[in-house]
């Protein structure tokens, strides 16, 4: 796989997956936690939600502003893994109040801002080399499948380590029952007879103290999700040993001369960087007073002032290349709104509309051991599709080993079997993994033909694709009790009503709808990736990476769009925003895809 590629792209691949494999971690439990332990609704927890994922995306900008001004990329890169591990660290510490939580969240983001958007501009660095310039979409590519293997276990660990303690603590895990537990102790639910069948099937007893009950399951379900964040510390402490020993492999980049004014008036230094700096700010605050929303003004500011930050440092030569760049980010701002919405609305979809309990043959994508089995069963059969004997041997031979061992397990599942929510997050970097060779080839394939789509078309391609993956779960979900027609006020008061088993969906719409946008997303991440660090001038390659983290951060901050509206419109209507979002985006790509072509010959 590393074949015709610089060793540095080892030491990123896997310096990597411990990063990945704490975002999966969030991205599968965040959210759920947040209700769970503190009783949050789905507004209030998507809006820390929304906050964190704006927060380790928009500090990829100081990230890449401290890096460019000081040329000490991985020194940078090197302090942001450890950061990151102190966030985990007291994210895994139970009975934090809710501010120290959101503390723990802003060092995870402020770590992850130093070393995400660096570590992808060392890996552009090391196919500045002419003699590796013509596989670098390939290594992007390589590099985004690697770092999802880290992320293809995070959900199952964070789920197993939750039900482990659980299962200590004598309760089974049910996703509708921490809801119903916080509803009862305010005095909010409705129907406590259901309440009480569901606590007496998880703890196996008769419950009669239903306060009780409440109090110890909440308590019970926060520190399982407690002891998952604290896997995803080691998982860090991994990354960064093989940072550490095997850095040497990646490039360390000399100072790039000052530009004279003569040039265009650019100033490469940090005063320049600093007063920048100073601009967005104040941008941010200009747009806070406008839209009276804290958290709009701070996103639209910072993005607004960051172009303005760009026009004012880039020279003449470098500005159409800064202009194309940006016009790409626009369009990122609605990919990310949109696909992010898998830790969000997704996931409440997960857990308050998919089924609780699958037959035997469904229940494989949700075991790990059955999951891996059947991985390599699949492999196998690819494998005799080989031109080589000894590949057609090797794979009948994985053919039959791996599908009896997944025929075994799962004789041993019953006709019923519970899943968990949080393991739909792993059919994201599943498919991620499965599918980059495949859409590897095809792109080699259609190079040979020279056929290949440019870059920039990949993009719009990829947002027309994720379009087709909203629309999947629009048409599963046409039918079903949306979330504001449960709740209603009584006495000043909003009952709360879980959602009827009637309204509850196979699980294959969600996981088609995930594997739609796992193929939109690459073509358009790793093709990002790939045109900022192929177009972005010199000086500017980690500021440029931090400008595409800083549009996914605005992205990821209008995710709470997906929240707000989860109780207030039908379920349709609510995927229909996003398609509507991404078809739009595509056909802006496609207005000018001539300029940004132009851009990367």
């Not at 991985?375 to 039959?400: E, P, T, Y």
Request: hydrophobic residues 50%.
């Amino acid at each position: 796989m590393f074949k015709n590629h610089p060793k540095g792209l080892f030491v990123a691949f896997f310096s990597n997956m411990g990063e990945r494999f704490g975002f999966y971690t969030m991205m599968a439990i965040l959210v759920l936690f947040l209700q769970a332990k503190y009783g949050l609704s789905e507004s209030q927890a998507g809006d820390i939600y929304s906050w964190f994922y704006f927060g380790i995306y928009a500090l990829a900008l100081v990230g890449g502003i401290l890096a460019d001004s000081t040329r000490k990329y991985k020194t940078v890169i090197l302090a942001g893994i450890v950061i990151m591990f102190a966030g985990y660290v007291v994210m895994a510490l139970p009975g934090n109040p809710l501010a120290i939580t959101v503390i723990g969240l802003f060092t995870i983001a402020f770590g992850n801002g130093l070393f995400k958007g660096n570590l992808q501009a060392v890996v552009g660095q090391l196919y500045d080399d002419p003699k590796y310039s013509k596989v670098r979409d390939t290594a992007f590519m390589i590099f985004y499948m690697g770092i999802n293997i880290g992320a293809f276990f995070a959900p199952f660990v964070a789920t197993g380590v939750r039900n482990w303690f659980l299962k200590t603590q004598g309760f089974m895990h049910d996703g509708s029952l921490p809801a119903m537990c916080h509803a009862y102790n305010n005095g909010t639910l409705e129907k406590v007879d259901q309440f009480q069948a569901l606590a007496s099937k998880v703890s196996g007893q008769n419950i009669t103290d239903l306060s009780a009950f409440a109090t110890d399951y909440i308590n019970a379900f926060g520190k399982g999700y407690n002891y998952a964040f604290g896997i995803a510390s080691v998982a860090m402490v991994i990354s960064l040993l093989v940072y550490v020993i095997f850095n040497k492999y990646l490039p360390t980049v000399a100072k790039v001369a000052r530009e004279k004014k003569a040039d265009g008036g650019a100033k490469g230094n940090l005063t320049s960087f600093l007063l920048s700096a100073g601009l967005m700010l104040t941008t941010s605050v200009i747009f806070y007073v406008l839209l009276d929303d804290l958290a709009l003004g701070a996103a639209v500011g910072l993005f607004i002032g960051f172009v303005a930050m760009m026009f004012q440092i880039s020279t003449r030569d470098e500005r159409p290349k800064v202009v194309s760049l940006i016009l790409v980010f626009f369009v990122v701002i609605f990919f990310w709104m949109s696909f992010h919405q898998n830790g969000l609305t997704q996931t409440f979809f997960a857990r308050d509309y998919t089924v609780k309990e699958v037959s035997a043959f469904t229940n494989i994508f949700f075991q790990l051991d059955s999951m891996l089995a059947f991985i390599g069963a699949i492999a196998g059969v690819v494998l005799l599709f080989s031109k080589i004997r000894n590949n057609k041997l090797i794979g009948a031979s994985m053919a039959l080993v791996f599908g009896a061992l997944t025929w075994y397990l799962v004789s041993g599942f019953g006709e019923s079997n519970p899943i968990a929510p949080e393991v739909f997050q792993s059919f994201n970097p599943l498919f991620i993994v499965a599918l980059t060779f495949p859409v590897m080839g095809v792109f080699t394939w259609l190079r040979s033909k020279n056929m290949e789509p440019s870059t920039p078309r990949k993009i719009g391609i990829g947002m027309i694709i994720a379009a087709v993956g909203f629309v999947v779960i629009l048409v599963g979900s046409i039918g079903l009790v949306s979330p504001h027609e449960l709740q209603y006020v009584e006495n000043g008061v909003t009952k709360y009503n879980p959602v009827p088993d009637s309204s509850r969906v196979v699980p294959y719409w969600l996981m088609s709808s995930y594997l739609i946008l796992t193929i939109a997303e690459l073509f358009l991440s790793p093709m990002g990736l790939s045109f900022v660090s192929k177009v972005a001038p010199v000086r500017f390659q980690g500021l440029m990476q931090g400008g595409w983290l800083l549009a996914t951060a605005v992205g990821n901050k209008f995710l709470f769009i997906g929240s707000d509206f989860w109780g207030k419109v039908d379920l349709w209507q609510l995927w229909l925003i996003f398609v509507v979002c991404c078809l739009l985006s595509a056909a802006f790509i496609f207005s000018i895809i001539k300029r940004l072509e132009k851009a990367t010959s």
